[in-house]
């Protein structure tokens, strides 16, 4: 018979560790410094998106590099190419992360994406030709797609339920301030005579990098991914430094045995589909690799894979990229010139990034579904707003210069919208739906998603601005409906809940047999008749 120890562990609701949202930051110093550190990784990211903007546009730069001039022939192609590459690069860098993040350990993967960055951005520094400064934002981009994937899959494995959405939106808050800082710099360095202008702000973004590199080491492991690899007594020693707790606090013991739990019953249910993989060979191992990413797609996983691919799908077609690419032509068919066109677009980023500060209170005070639906519905009313009147008035601002600025002002408005929702939120929730042994591959897999649907609205955009109009307005804002209602029917609500807790959340554990076999080794893991050292 279990003690009434055990059976506290195993039946009753799990009592929390402190408040939660914004105010639990200040009862866990510890995880949030973690979490803070290791976004450093999505300031790189928003950085290196950002700083080509003002770049492209300089005489200095220009003159380096005549093939993207304007007034070079095929121009256009060839400037897409050497943004694009970044995206294309960071695909490749996604794809590679979740294996990594298996393999080395969460933090370690990050240490070498941090190199394979940095190797990208002295390339970057040094180019003396197009081929060069293209392959540079290629390797950079594969360093920028791993850490995308594998810093928010870090947070969310160290961070306790109650403030998990809050620390995850550091992922997004720290894009958007790269790309701010990225804006700002180069707006500074564009007045520096000779080639300085555009290499320094290439070699400023290596600082950051070697910060998180050399800084990441003495960070401690994932208490989930050590329990993955048997470090049992490991992870609880980590999970209790992380909670600030001894490691004999019931709330620390509970999650330390949900953690193993959940772990032991993934290895069982993978070694039951996979039994003819189990002999350690290279062959076997190579094919356990295939087929565990085909698991993510299988009977208990393929919801959340859906949730996690589709709602990056949605964050890039509810129209962020196009609204950011067609503001600086909107300013200036206002009559404003080119000072003031570059400055309202550097101010449309900081408008994002008041946003997303938003939902560090928002995330998990009201849910993740609240955020989206909400959000969701705002940026189809600004994206409806917009289509009108630039089909009204579209050709002719000079005349309606106030109708020109409730354009604008709602391109201001649907920038803080999505800043406030769609923003972070897809960064949150891919990192905590996936079960253990497949979260670096769910992850992965979506961070994909993200990059290759980038890629897209970055082709079809030009041309649908161009020559439509108000049509590409009125195409983002069915988007957002549609996003809406993707929302509403697929997404579940995760907010306060464990890592272990979302085969409830998503009820693909269906099965009895299955239920009573996680109910099992719970209570085989509370009484202590698995590996791992009790607490005391």
């Known amino acids: 018979m279990r003690s009434e120890a055990s059976e506290e562990l195993v039946g009753l609701a799990r009592e929390p560790y402190g408040p939660g949202g914004f105010q639990g930051l200040f009862s866990n110093h510890y995880v949030a410094m973690c979490a803070t550190f290791a976004t450093i990784g999505g300031l790189l990211f928003g950085y290196d998106q950002g700083v080509i903007s003002v770049t492209l546009v300089m005489d200095q730069f220009l003159d380096t590099f005549p093939r993207v001039s304007d007034t070079a022939s095929g121009a256009g192609f060839w400037k897409g190419l050497m943004t694009a590459m970044l995206e294309l690069g960071a695909l490749i860098g996604a794809l590679f992360a979740g294996y990594l993040a298996d393999k080395l350990s969460r933090k370690y993967s990050i240490v070498v994406a941090v190199i394979v960055f940095t190797i990208g ?36 494995e160290i961070a306790p339920p109650e403030i998990r959405g809050t620390l995850l939106v550091l992922q997004e808050f720290s894009i958007v301030f790269g790309i701010v800082i990225a804006f700002w710099t180069t707006y500074g360095t564009r007045y520096m005579a000779g080639q300085w202008s555009w290499r320094l702000p290439f070699l400023i973004q290596m600082i950051p990098g070697f910060i998180l590199g050399a800084g990441i080491v ?17 992870a609880l020693q ?38 003819n993989l189990q002999d350690g060979s290279r062959a076997s191992n190579f094919k356990l690799e295939v087929a565990s990413w085909a698991d993510c797609f299988r009977h208990g996983c393929w919801k959340r894979t859906v949730v996690g691919v589709g709602i990056m ?77 630039v089909g009204k008035y579209g050709g002719r601002w000079a005349d309606y210069a106030t109708e020109g600025w409730a ?10 919208s999505f800043g406030a929702t769609w923003g972070p939120v897809p960064w949150a929730i891919p990192s905590e739906i996936f079960p253990s042994s497949l979260r670096a591959k769910g992850v992965a897999l979506s961070t994909c998603s993200n990059w290759f649907n980038n890629f897209i ?3 079809i955009t030009p041309p649908l601005v161009q020559n439509t109009g108000y049509g590409a307005y009125t195409f983002f804002a069915i988007f957002c409906l549609l996003a809406f209602v ?10 306060g809940k464990s890592l272990e807790q979302m085969d409830e959340v998503f009820k693909d554990v269906n099965s009895a047999e299955e239920e009573a076999r996680k109910v099992r080794i719970m209570g085989e893991i509370v009484e202590g ?8």
């Open 121 to 156: 951005s002295i390339l970057q520094t040094a180019a003396v030709d197009y081929g060069m400064l293209t392959v540079g934002r290629l390797i950079g981009g594969m360093g920028i797609g791993a850490l995308a994937c594998i810093a928010p899959l870090y947070v969310s």
């Open 218 to 234: 003495f960070l401690p492991f994932s208490p989930r991914w050590l329990s993955s690899k048997g470090r049992d007594d490991e």
């Open 238 to 275: 980590v999970l209790g430094k992380l909670r600030g707790l001894p490691t004999t606090d019931p709330r620390v013991d509970r999650e330390w045995c949900e953690i193993r739990a959940e772990v032991a019953f993934t290895q069982e249910v993978n070694r039951e589909k996979h039994l």
């Open 313 to 389: 799908f949605f964050q890039q077609f509810v129209g962020i990229n196009a609204l950011i690419y067609y503001a600086p032509s909107l300013f200036g068919t206002l009559g404003q010139e080119y000072e003031m066109q570059l400055l309202l677009s550097g101010i449309i980023n900081c408008t994002q990034l008041v946003g997303v500060v938003t939902s560090l209170w928002t995330m998990d005070r009201f849910g993740r579904r609240p955020l989206l639906l909400t959000g969701a519905g705002l940026m189809f009313i600004c994206h409806l707003i917009i289509a009108i009147l």
């Open 407 to 416: 354009a604008v002002a709602f391109l201001f408005f649907y920038m803080f």
């Open 457 to 459: 609205i970055g082709l």
């Open 486 to 495: 993707f929302t509403f029917f697929c997404i579940p609500e995760t907010a």
């Open 529 to 536: 008749k698995r590996d791992g050292v009790r607490s005391a």
